[in-house]
Every structure is written in C-alpha cells, then in structure tokens.
C-alpha cells in the first residue's frame, strides 16, 4: 500500500464498463488508493493506440492495466489469437507504441477453457508466444474449497513462487 502512494494508474477496460468497474472498487477501505487511479472505456475504442494517447493527455502514467489481452488484439485487427505470428508482431507493436511512457503494464489475459492444467494456465488462452515477452505471469485460481490462490511465474526463476492464499 504504501508502495503504491502516489503512483498513477490507467485501467484501460475492455469488457466491462465505468458503472461496473468504479463500482466494485467502491468496496475498497482506502479510498486514497483512488486517488491517482483513471479509467478509460475501451469497448468502442479498442485498440492500442487509443490507449497511447490517453496516456498523453494524462502525462505520467506509472502503471497500466489492459483488461483484457484477447479483446485489445482483436480491436487492433489480429484475427487469430492462436497464430504465433500473428501474437508475436502484434506483441512487439504494443511494445514500440508503450516504450515513451515507460510504465509498468498488466495485462490481464484469460486462461484456457479446456480445463487445462496448472503448467498450461500460466500461459494463458491463444499463441504461446505472449510467454516470451512478458516478465512475470500471475495466476489467481480458485480450488474446491472456494479458497482463492495467487501464483506467479517469473522468466528468472526455474519454478513458480510458492503458491499464496488470498484472505
């Protein structure tokens, strides 16, 4: 928490909608947390370079939240999101059109339908070549208890983090 005092973060939202996400952040205890945190609707406007120029006329932004990967590729036209290829340039485009602002970006991404297990869910739904230009992947999953579960994946370390419960 303290960590994050002061910095400033774009939430650029997908699949919901305002109402919904400024909603379930109307749970938070700490207001304060709010303070520097902006949204930007996505849905009609789904693309990267739509996110960039937000990112512009907010001026700094240190932290920003895609939510979600899969809508963004399709907005931006890539009609596969299993191609590799395809996955790959669009991935270095994002990183080119990022590279001004210099801010840490969260991508959420979707897990595979198919019941996958847990070595599969880290890489996530689609082209397993996201997996190459990202530094950490972050899973949250809930087990049969109704207990929720965070774990990461980073590219410096051979094994996941030891698994941690979320209260």
């Known amino acids: 928490k303290k960590a994050a005092e002061g910095l400033t973060c774009l939430y650029a939202d997908f ?8 909603h379930r952040l109307s749970k938070l205890r700490d207001a304060a947390a709010l303070a520097n945190l902006h949204y930007l609707d996505c849905r009609y406007s789904p693309t990267i370079d739509y996110i960039a120029s937000a990112m512009r006329e907010i001026g700094k932004v240190d932290v920003l939240v895609i939510d979600c990967w899969g809508l963004l590729i399709a907005g931006d036209g890539v009609e596969d999101e299993s191609s ?5 340039a669009y991935f270095l485009k994002v990183r080119r059109t990022l590279a001004e602002f210099d801010a840490a970006t969260v991508i959420l991404h979707h897990t595979p339908k198919s019941g996958a ?33 965070f774990n990461a994946l980073c590219r410096e370390f051979d094994d996941p983090f030891k698994p941690v419960l979320l209260r």
Request: one cysteine or more.
């Open 15 to 22: 699949e919901n909608g305002p109402a919904l996400f400024w």
């Open 84 to 88: 590799n290829a395809l996955v790959s």
């Open 117 to 149: 297990n847990e070595k599969l869910c880290f890489a996530g739904a689609g082209a397993s070549s996201l997996q190459r230009y990202v530094q950490t992947i972050a899973r949250i999953a809930e087990d049969k208890f109704g207990a929720y579960w």
